[in-house]
């Protein structure tokens, strides 16, 4: 049989250890091509003692879907699930699953993982019934302990000597019915929560080797910025000589842009990063960032049409009722609460590197471009890090630490300062939508939709910086998530104007789709005032997805929906300077590039106070409805929910990064203000039975409605409508004002 792997830093011992052997050397390594995943020893392995090791190539954020994973293992297994050591985002170990995104670790990820653990029991019990000549059929299986018609009985330990598991995962092999679960669909605790409760040293800010050094980075002034002819080549001059009397000072590495300190204590290693004198060129000016509509407007595009149905110009032209609306979404922040950081060890003409990437992966491909070296000689071993749903600094913290441990022959610690962690996250981008609508029958929509999307893609920054990869704009298709709204339409155009991007930008929680539904589901709020309709009510009129109306009417009648039209203006009968209003907003998250992948559905209802004194907006309370089909661990669903609604109102409500003409300003929390815990609402969840219905990605849509139901409830309250996120004080004050 394959020698079983060792459990994850989730379930060991301190990090800073189990990846060194006894003469605190790396384990051996592979090559990365022969992680086949094709097979089922790949994914499923099985110790001498009756342990599962459940492999895949995708990562924990925090989402619990390390305990998922290893509950869908369990359930096909027979085993307990304390038995089973999940294995996630160790390049030598785990196969490419592609990146941890779009909500697709269980929709996807999991399929193949449990495909293998379904083969590995039927192999088990096929080794079982040779042994005791016997039907498979007569077999029982009870807590990875086969049961024979005889009395006879064996472990899975033990049956497991001598097979290799090593043929191709098979589609066509049965798995267990939803009658048959006594492990999926039922609420688990998460795996990975005691050991961060006693404080164990899970994460990569954790991990510390022999003769570790520490690093610090000094940055150029073109803050936040990864495109332009500046890139890697502003720096004029470095004063080595500014530094020579920190002590432990080991070496000022410079190459391009690339400038790293490296000392024997950390706080020598800060202390260097801020006295070194370093001389640049100034960088080209930014064009207005804080007017995010107007940057986006200017920057060149080209247009990719995606759907056209009918004849939406004719159709818009015939009607003296038609809308047009333009929503505006802000640069936002991943705003992780701590620092990026990664420690690499060079040695010996091989590299490891313990990261907090979202995409191990993605990363051992920069780094092997980066140190150019071959495949084999490089490993990514992902470790708990900082959250953020998207691209932080993770992968240039990784990325810095290993060209540093190159340089200087020693492991390499690299922890990013707050202010660098503001400035040089690949932001999630600004957006402009455009729509014009009219109802044009009982039924149907005439509806058209373009946005305008800056690309995100986010080179790794120590490649650009030593001039591995050039600074060139890289065009991608990501504005096209959830662009099709999810009602019946006659005539309807739908396109994004793609372009470079302006600042650095990456994916962020709901890509281009939050933003998008934010539009969508505004705009049929507006549609149904100009009508007079029961906002509710008039989207049903032309829903065609059953589930998406059945979802909508339920969460409407669980947060007790008042039918009318809008708005109420309802005043707080103790505080009359207070007004109440309640907002709707669903859809189902879809992601990928057009037509894409649908994941779950989401509805929201959620009541705010607005202050007409101060501007300021209050969420009291969020009902949402949730159907993601196949829950595996429901409280791990609910968790998610929770944790969607506070980040999504933080960035309706408060979030937008700031710029001069150099680059991002936002470099600390008290310029880029977060939801604070006396702001958080009453959230109630409603989880839609699944039916027999298989499982969707469940991180992401949670967020989707969310910007939009905002937006609905202050119109409610007020009669103000607010386009542009986030509905600040001031803008909110503007919009009241505008009304008189």
């Not at 000589?241 to 950390?266: K, N, T, Y």
């Not at 829950?631 to 980040?647: D, E, K, S």
């Not at 604070?676 to 991180?699: K, T």
């Not at 409830?713 to 004080?729: C, E, S």
Request: net charge negative.
């Amino acid at each position: 049989m394959n020698a079983p792997l060792p459990p994850d830093a989730a379930h060991t011992a301190p990090v800073s250890r189990e990846r060194l052997n006894a003469h605190g050397e790396p384990p051996p390594r592979h090559a990365v091509n022969l992680v086949n995943s094709h097979k089922v020893a790949t994914f499923i392995q099985i110790s001498p003692e009756g342990e599962v090791f459940a492999i895949n190539g995708h990562v924990d954020l925090g989402t619990g879907v390390r305990t998922a994973f290893a509950q869908i293992v369990a359930e096909e297994l027979d085993v307990p699930l304390h038995r089973v050591r999940m294995v996630m985002g160790d390049t030598d170990r785990t196969p490419d699953q592609g990146p941890t995104t779009a909500s697709a670790s269980i929709q996807s990820a999991a399929v193949p993982m449990r495909r293998a653990a379904a083969q590995v029991r039927r192999a088990l019990l096929e080794r079982a019934a040779e042994r005791w000549a016997c039907a498979v059929d007569a077999l029982n299986v009870s807590d990875g302990v086969v049961q024979g018609p005889q009395g006879e009985n064996a472990g899975y330990g033990e049956l497991a000597q001598g097979l290799r598991f090593d043929m191709d995962i098979d589609a066509t092999v049965p798995l267990k019915s939803p009658e048959q679960y006594r492990v999926v669909g039922r609420s688990t605790a998460r795996v990975d929560i005691p050991a961060k409760l006693t404080g164990a040293p899970v994460y990569v800010h954790d991990v510390r080797l022999p003769g570790m050094l520490h690093a610090r980075m000094v940055r150029p002034p073109y803050r936040g910025r990864d495109v332009g002819t500046m890139i890697g080549h502003s720096l004029i001059d470095v004063d080595r000589a500014s530094v020579a009397h920190i002590p432990g000072l080991v070496a000022v590495v410079v190459q391009g842009d690339f400038v790293g300190v490296v000392a024997r204590r950390e706080e020598h290693a800060i202390q260097a990063a801020r006295q070194l004198k370093v001389a640049w060129r100034a960088p080209p000016p930014l064009p207005e960032l804080n007017n995010p509509e107007a940057a986006v407007r200017a920057n060149p595009s080209a247009e990719r049409l995606l759907l056209e149905v009918g004849h939406i110009d004719s159709a818009l032209d015939a009607t003296t009722d038609t809308l047009q609306a333009t929503y505006v979404w802000p640069y936002q922040m991943h705003g992780s609460i701590g620092p990026s950081c990664a420690v690499a060890d060079f040695r010996d003409g091989a590299v490891t590197v313990w990261s907090g990437t979202q995409n191990a992966h993605f990363l051992h491909t920069d780094l092997v471009a980066l140190l150019g070296l071959p495949e084999a000689a490089v490993r990514i071993v992902r470790l708990e890090a900082s959250g953020c749903y998207g691209r932080n600094c993770a992968d240039d913290a990784a990325a810095e630490a290993a060209f540093l441990s190159r340089e200087v022959g020693a492991p390499v610690r690299v922890q990013l300062m707050r202010e660098e962690e503001h400035a040089w996250e690949p932001k999630g981008t600004a957006q402009v939508m455009d729509v014009r609508g009219a109802v044009t029958g009982n039924d149907t929509l005439a509806y058209a939709f373009t946005n305008r999307y800056p690309s995100n893609n986010a080179p790794v920054l120590a490649l650009l910086q030593t001039g591995v990869v050039p600074p060139d704009p890289v065009v991608e298709h990501k504005g096209d998530r959830t662009v099709v709204p999810q009602y019946r339409c006659s005539h309807t155009r739908i396109a994004v104007q793609d372009m470079a991007p302006i600042v650095r930008a990456a994916w962020m929680r709901g890509v281009s789709a939050l933003p998008n539904v934010f539009a969508h589901e505004s705009f049929i709020d507006e549609l149904a005032f100009r009508h007079g309709e029961d906002p509710l009510a008039f989207r049903l009129r032309f829903m065609t997805d059953a589930r998406a109306r059945e979802l909508s009417e339920a969460v409407a009648a669980r947060a007790g929906w008042q039918a009318g039209p809008r708005p109420r203006r309802t005043a707080d009968p103790s505080r009359p300077h207070v007004l109440k209003g309640r907002g709707f907003a669903q859809h189902q998250y879809v992601h990928g590039t057009f037509p894409g992948v649908g994941s779950a559905w989401c509805a929201w209802v959620c009541d705010v106070d607005v202050d007409t004194r101060t501007g300021v907006v209050h969420v009291t309370k969020v009902w949402v409805g949730y159907d993601c089909g196949l829950v595996i661990n429901p409280a791990g669903v609910r968790h998610q929910i929770h944790g969607n609604v506070i980040q999504s109102i933080s960035r309706a409500l408060m979030e937008q990064v700031n710029f001069d003409e150099h680059g991002v300003v936002s470099q600390e929390w008290g310029a880029y203000p977060i939801l604070r815990f006396g702001d958080l609402p009453e959230i109630d969840v409603l989880v839609m039975p699944a039916q027999g219905r298989p499982p969707l990605g469940a991180g992401e849509s949670g967020s989707i409605p969310s910007a939009a139901a905002i937006a609905n409830a202050i119109f409610d309250a007020t009669g103000a409508r607010l386009r542009a996120v986030p509905f600040m004080p001031g803008r909110v004050l503007g919009a009241l004002q505008a009304l008189c």
